[in-house]
């Protein structure tokens, strides 16, 4: 999965912003998290069996109260080592260690996945208003709300410099008081601690609003001073969110080499799909890919055993950006049946691959 240029409002929930679940590599890159997590903290309890373990939190971490850092809600999260049980009842549970020698034993069996490749979080501003910190202190045990970057999980299987992960800058937006009558262009944030303050003060009733656009008006600005950090904090010094706010960067980043590189420190083969259209295919599908370096490379089409089908292009190709066409054909020129199959693109230093359904 991946992750980059978005730009996230007054978050107003318990969980991390962005749950990976049982992703095998994912990139959180170059995005803004204003007020993420605002409600604060939650843990699930163990009923029956599982209550012999220890507290294990929504995302189904390992959850120690009284040391375990993940007792508080992060960012960012992912399940576990992406073990899997099947309890009795059928559901999934995931555990961040081996799976418990006397875990209850049901169908369907244990699913171990040993292919994790890491997790890449890299320029991300993220900060809560001050108000939301005052609210915290105010209530502290209904809210808990220490609030981390990234879960163990994800710190554990993270590539890179974790310094880098993110960093906290306050910016300046065009907040309005939509209480007041004045809805302005971007929702208060004020509006938010209310709620907040209402719930804190009587948690045994929702007394949230029955419509989130209540306190959420549908106009949005999400531009920021040019002047600060977070306007060249993102990789090759554009701006960190969503560029749509920023017009004249975003034109200038559709056609830099930036973003089809989003993932270039992660990408040891150099090599980028950028788009498979359409997908599902019926009688044609084309393959836009980018290479970020001057490579002998191969474009090749496997079905579903591992076979390949077709070689679409073959040879030495200079850096720049591609497109390949396939037919639905095999080598031998005959129709192959519908299906999914994997374009894989090699070079010398490795390979990256993306599925693709061939329809009626």
């Known amino acids: 999965m991946e992750f980059d240029h978005n730009t996230f409002f007054n978050n107003q929930g318990y969980h991390g912003v962005i749950q990976f679940g049982n992703t095998r590599e994912g990139v959180v890159t170059n995005n803004l998290f204003v007020n993420p997590i605002t409600m604060g903290n939650r843990l699930s309890k163990p009923e029956g069996a599982l209550a012999t373990f220890n507290s294990r939190g929504e995302q189904t971490q390992v959850v120690d109260m009284a040391n375990d850092p993940d007792g508080a809600f992060a960012i960012v999260t992912l399940n576990g080592t992406l073990r899997f049980a099947g309890d ?17 034993t049901a169908n369907p069996p244990y699913v171990v996945h040993t292919d994790h490749k890491g997790i890449v979080m890299r320029n991300n501003n993220i900060y809560h208003e001050q108000d939301f910190l005052d609210l915290w202190k105010k209530y502290p045990k209904v809210f808990e709300p220490t609030v981390r970057v990234a879960s163990n999980a994800v710190t554990k299987y993270l590539t890179g410099d974790p310094a880098q992960m993110s960093f906290t800058e306050k910016l300046d937006f065009d907040y309005n008081d939509s209480k007041t009558g004045n809805l302005g262009k971007v929702s208060s944030y004020k509006d938010l601690v209310l709620v907040s303050e209402a719930f804190a003060k009587n948690v045994n009733t929702n007394e949230f609003p029955e419509n989130w656009s209540q306190i959420y008006p549908g106009e949005w600005n999400a531009a920021y001073a040019t002047t600060s950090r977070s306007y060249t904090a993102a990789d090759g ?22 973003k089809s ?57 200079k850096q ?15 129709e192959l049946p519908i299906g999914v199959y994997q374009v894989v693109i090699s070079g010398p230093s490795g390979k990256t691959s993306t599925k693709l359904m061939k329809s009626w």
């Open 88 to 104: 009795k009842q059928g559901a999934w549970r995931l555990f961040d260690t081996d799976i418990p020698e006397n875990y209850p």
């Open 237 to 258: 010094g554009f701006p960190l969110g969503d560029l749509n706010w920023f017009p004249a960067d975003k034109a200038k980043w559709m056609t830099s080499a930036t």
């Open 261 to 317: 590189a989003t993932k270039s420190a992660e990408v040891p083969a150099g090599i980028v799909i950028d788009k498979v259209y359409p997908n599902p295919f019926i009688s044609d599908a084309t393959i836009n890919y980018t290479l970020l370096n001057d490579q002998a490379v191969e474009i090749a089409v496997y079905d579903m055993f591992g076979q390949k089908v077709k070689t679409l292009q073959s040879g030495d190709m």
């Open 320 to 334: 720049g950006s591609y497109s390949a066409t396939w037919n639905g054909r095999g080598n031998n020129g005959n």
